[in-house]
Structures are given as structure tokens and as C-alpha cells.
């Protein structure tokens, strides 16, 4: 389970432009979920997912995993049970190296490096699978540099890549956002396989209302650093992209 208690947020404080974003600002995340999240640009969803990664520090509160506080860990140190996709699908991985070499570093995530090599080749066959399990033909790529590949193909390996290892939390930063339609419904397919499959908490911060309202067991709208709107199980099943929309545009004009 994940939580966040009490926890406070504030862009340049003493200054001229300070922003209180989260004013003890509380959620929890129950072991298994997967939560979709929408809002407006500055409502908080990639700050919120930002404090929980450590990639921000925090005023006030305390960020919670499996009842044990991590506040206080350094953002690596939170990656040990964590795996993030960024929305631009060069940030999770390296252009330069092949993707032998990408999903090599990925294995050995957590792992003590020693004089080595770092491409271990009796896993070839290994990657091979599972690059096979996404169905776009990236199994006989392992040659290639991940930068020559596509934005579609580089975000599904990246995908693969953040769950290598075994960890807790997937934490999806709009990571469909920079994808032409047809490759986004592609990686969404992918996503909830995986997620489902290896039995993830997921938290998806996505811009796409119909993609909040059909994948995902939870949805959160969030507004001013506030959760204006939270539905699970049935109720959610029940909510759809125009119930959505209807509600992101009431907040609007408020």
C-alpha cells in the first residue's frame, strides 16, 4: 500500500512567485490498483507522482510504502521497488547503446557491478521472449541502437524495461502523450497486460479522457492540488469519457 499523509508542497517559497501546491494533502493507494489520473495542466499530477518517486522534496508529510516511511530516501533508493515511463520515450533509455544493452542495464538494476561485462548473452534468448510477448517484431532487433527505433517501439521497450526487475509500483508519467493514436492504443494494450499480468500497482498520469476512463480499477481527477473526483470498482466502471469531460469542464470555468 501506498500513502501519502498530510503532505505539503510549495514551489519558491519566500519569494514573490511561491505556490502552495499540496496543503496537507492525504491519499492512499491500496496494493493492486491501478489508477488513471487527469487534471488540467498545474492541477498537481506530475508533481504528485514526483514527490512519490523523490524527484521533489517536500515541505511537510510523509510518503508511506507498505506502512514504512521513504520521505527520506533518495530518488534511487525509492527506484529499488519502483519502475517510472516518461512521456518522451528517449527519457527512459539510451540512444546509443542497442537494446541488448538497454534491457542488460534494466536486469541488472539493484545489482553490485564488479569488473564484468554488463551484457550477459546467455539471456539473450530470455529478452528475446519477452521482447516477443509485445508482438511488434522486436525480437530480432537486439543489434540494433534503441535510437534508430521508433517512438512507438522505444516506449514498449522502456515499458519492458521498468518491469524487469521485481518491484511494487509502476508510476506511468503520460507516457502515450507524445505517440500518434494508433501506436498510443498500442502501448495502453501493453500497459494493462503487463500491469495485470505481473500484478502492479499502476499510477497513470494521462491528458487522454477516454484512456482514464477504460483502463485502469480507480480514476482520480485533481484540481489546485486538491482530488476533486475519486471512483473505484463498479463506479468506475461506469464512468465514461463524456462523464469525464462534462467534469473537467465544469472545473474549468470555475
Known amino acids: 500500500?501506498?500513502?501519502?499523509?498530510?503532505?505539503?508542497?510549495?514551489y519558491n517559497p519566500g519569494s514573490i512567485t511561491e505556490h502552495?501546491?499540496?496543503?496537507?494533502?492525504?491519499?492512499?493507494?491500496?496494493?493492486?490498483?491501478?489508477?488513471?489520473?487527469v487534471g488540467s495542466n498545474g492541477s498537481g499530477k506530475t508533481s504528485l507522482l514526483n514527490i512519490i518517486c523523490g524527484s521533489i522534496p517536500i515541505e511537510a508529510g510523509d510518503v508511506l510504502v507498505g506502512g514504512k516511511s521513504i520521505a527520506r530516501l533518495r530518488d534511487y533508493r525509492r527506484y529499488a521497488v519502483m519502475g517510472r515511463v516518461y512521456q518522451n520515450p528517449a527519457a527512459g533509455t539510451c540512444p546509443n547503446l542497442t537494446m541488448l544493452?538497454?534491457?542488460?542495464?534494466?536486469?541488472?538494476?539493484?545489482?553490485r557491478f564488479g569488473l564484468g561485462r554488463a551484457v550477459d548473452r546467455r539471456r539473450m534468448d530470455a529478452y528475446r521472449e519477452q521482447l516477443?510477448?509485445?508482438?511488434?517484431?522486436?525480437?530480432?532487433?537486439?543489434?540494433?541502437?534503441?535510437?534508430?527505433?521508433?517512438?512507438?517501439q522505444r516506449q514498449a521497450v522502456s515499458l519492458l524495461m521498468a518491469t524487469m526487475t521485481p518491484l511494487r509500483f509502476?508510476?506511468?508519467?503520460?507516457?502515450?502523450?507524445?505517440?500518434?493514436?494508433?501506436?498510443?492504443?498500442?502501448?495502453?494494450?501493453?500497459?494493462?497486460?503487463?500491469?495485470?499480468?505481473?500484478?502492479?500497482?499502476?499510477?497513470?498520469v494521462t491528458h487522454n479522457l477516454r484512456h482514464a476512463a477504460q483502463y485502469g480499477d480507480r480514476i482520480l481527477m485533481m484540481?489546485?492540488?486538491?482530488?476533486?473526483?475519486?471512483?473505484?470498482?463498479?463506479?468506475?466502471?461506469?464512468?465514461s469519457m463524456e462523464d469525464l469531460l462534462t467534469m473537467f469542464n465544469q472545473i474549468s470555468t470555475q
Open 1 to 10: 500500500m501506498l500513502e501519502l499523509r498530510g503532505v505539503t508542497k510549495i
Open 20 to 37: 502552495r501546491l499540496f496543503d496537507r494533502f492525504s491519499l492512499t493507494v491500496e496494493e493492486g490498483q491501478f489508477v488513471s489520473i
Open 101 to 111: 544493452e538497454n534491457l542488460s542495464l534494466a536486469d541488472n538494476k539493484g545489482r
Open 132 to 152: 516477443s510477448s509485445l508482438g511488434l517484431g522486436l525480437e530480432d532487433k537486439l543489434d540494433v541502437k534503441m535510437g534508430a527505433l521508433s517512438g512507438g
Open 170 to 204: 509502476l508510476i506511468l508519467d503520460e507516457h502515450t502523450a507524445a505517440l500518434d493514436p494508433k501506436t498510443a492504443e498500442i502501448i495502453m494494450t501493453l500497459t494493462d497486460k503487463v500491469v495485470r499480468e505481473k500484478h502492479l500497482t499502476a499510477m497513470m
Open 223 to 239: 484540481n489546485q492540488g486538491r482530488v476533486v473526483l475519486d471512483r473505484s470498482g463498479e463506479e468506475k466502471r461506469h464512468t
